[in-house]
């Protein structure tokens, strides 16, 4: 059995397809939805994903706005963006592109709530604690809205999140339990006794832990669905490319798997470009 593709780039052209159509009631209104981001310093990632983002705002009609700071900034100078930015009434979602090498906690509070396009203000995760609506953490819906779009099952499923980062695992593990997913959830994460044990048992697999290769076909259930978040840089022949946290070995068990790169990245695009719109209909009073 060789497992299906959970083709993230397929789904980033028929998302942005569904959001052209939201974008043009905004626009009947005089109203174009603007993603701000906030860049500190010159990594070549970092680049590359702001740079993308921009382009796929580009792509549906929605302006953005771009601040690229220098490596050397300070904490103030980056508040000093932010509060500029909360401000700014063309601007209506923006985000801090991480990491900032600065107290990403301080960052984050200091971004107004309601335009807070990566859903990880304190308030906002706040919310999602409590069970109430509000701005979601893009890796995470875009893990579960992958899936929704294969018709995985989630209602009922036996769900490992490997890893408890606070941009995907521990706020994927709430969005699951909700009893809109109702999905029973394992959470793995360094102190882990035995990994494999767990894996083995689930139904589905998210591997967010940042090990290149963690999850191998021997660990992983046959017919299980196994979602790769992993972003992690190796040099292979004299070239840096992205390694993630799932073995090639494993789509040969799997039920679905999602491709690295083309999986899940593209997916956390489309959840920031859904967000932006939503933001903005919020504020014009359409939602
Ligand atoms: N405030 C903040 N918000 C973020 O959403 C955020 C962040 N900081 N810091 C870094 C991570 C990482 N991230 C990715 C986005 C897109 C791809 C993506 O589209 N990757 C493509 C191409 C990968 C390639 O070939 O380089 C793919 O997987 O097919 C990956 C990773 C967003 N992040």
Redesign the pocket.
């Known amino acids: 059995m060789t497992a299906q593709i959970l083709d ?2 397929a789904i980033l052209a028929t998302i942005k397809e569904e959001l052209r159509g939201r974008v043009a009631v905004l626009a009947e209104r005089g109203i174009t939805p603007g993603l701000g981001t906030v860049l500190v310093g010159d990594d070549p ?2 680049t ?2 702001v740079g ?2 921009h382009k796929d705002c580009a792509d549906i009609g929605l302006s953005s706005i771009r601040r690229d700071l220098p490596a050397s900034s300070s904490l103030d100078d980056v508040l000093a963006v932010v509060r500029e930015l909360n401000a700014d009434p063309a601007c209506t979602g923006f ?5 900032t090498g600065l107290d990403e906690n301080r960052i984050l509070a200091e971004v107004d709530p309601a335009k807070d396009v ?1 859903g ?1 203000h304190p308030t906002n995760l706040g919310w999602l604690v409590l069970g109430q609506e509000a701005p979601l953490p ?2 995470p819906v875009g893990v579960v809205e992958l899936l929704r779009r294969y018709d995985v099952p989630i209602a009922g499923a036996r769900v490992v999140v490997v890893g408890r980062g606070i ?1 995907v695992g521990r706020p994927l593990s709430l969005i699951l339990t909700r009893r809109s997913e109702n999905a029973t959830v394992v959470q793995c994460h360094t102190g882990t006794v035995d990994l494999a044990a767990e894996v083995r048992r689930a139904d589905i697999v998210v591997a967010a832990a940042g090990v290149p290769g963690l999850i191998t076909g021997s660990m992983v259930k046959p017919g299980a669905a196994v979602l790769d978040v992993g ?1 992690s840089r190796v040099v292979e022949d004299g070239k840096s490319v ?1 390694a993630g946290d799932v073995a090639a070995d494993v789509a040969e068990v799997a039920g679905w798997v999602s ?8 997916m ?2 489309a959840m ?1 470009l859904t967000n932006v719109v939503e933001i903005a209909e919020k504020q014009a009073g359409l939602r």
């Open positions: 993230g780039k990632g970092s590359w994903y993308a983002k985000l801090v592109q991480q990491p990566d990880l893009c890796t941009t972003v992205i491709p690295n790169p083309g999986g899940v990245g593209p956390t695009r920031l």
